[in-house]
Nanobody, 120 residues
């Protein structure tokens, strides 16, 4: 069974930084795209950033220049470095990955979410 486990959320002041991590565990054939989404209270879940297996990245306009997504394929882990955080970045952040549990299947998996709060 494939699991995604996130860590690194917390409370930070505006202008501060946090680093989120998400690791995949279990038995699988390969991992394709990994990404981060977020959902603020009363809002829809939105894409923050994603990184393909080859390393190409995609960011939401609201985080470009402030957030950096990276991955360590040897550890099945994706990171989100968040700098210059703003109160509007407050949300539950979810890790998502497109994983092939076998050579003949592909599924989307989600982590349990980690709270990021930017406040004085």
């Amino acid at each position: 069974q494939v699991r995604l486990v996130e860590s690194g959320g917390g409370l930070v002041q505006p202008g501060g930084s946090l680093r989120l991590s998400c690791s995949a565990s279990g038995t699988f054939f390969s991992i394709n795209t990994m990404g981060w989404y977020r959902q603020a209270p009363g809002k829809q879940r939105e894409l923050v950033a994603e990184i393909a297996g080859g390393g190409s990245t995609n960011y939401a306009d609201s985080v470009k220049g402030r957030f950096t997504i990276s991955r360590d394929s040897s550890k099945y882990t994706v990171y989100l470095q968040m700098n210059s955080l703003k109160p509007e970045d407050t949300a539950v952040y979810y890790c998502e990955a497109t994983i092939k549990p076998s050579a003949y299947a592909v599924n989307n998996y989600w982590g349990q979410g980690t709270q990021v709060t930017v406040s004085t």
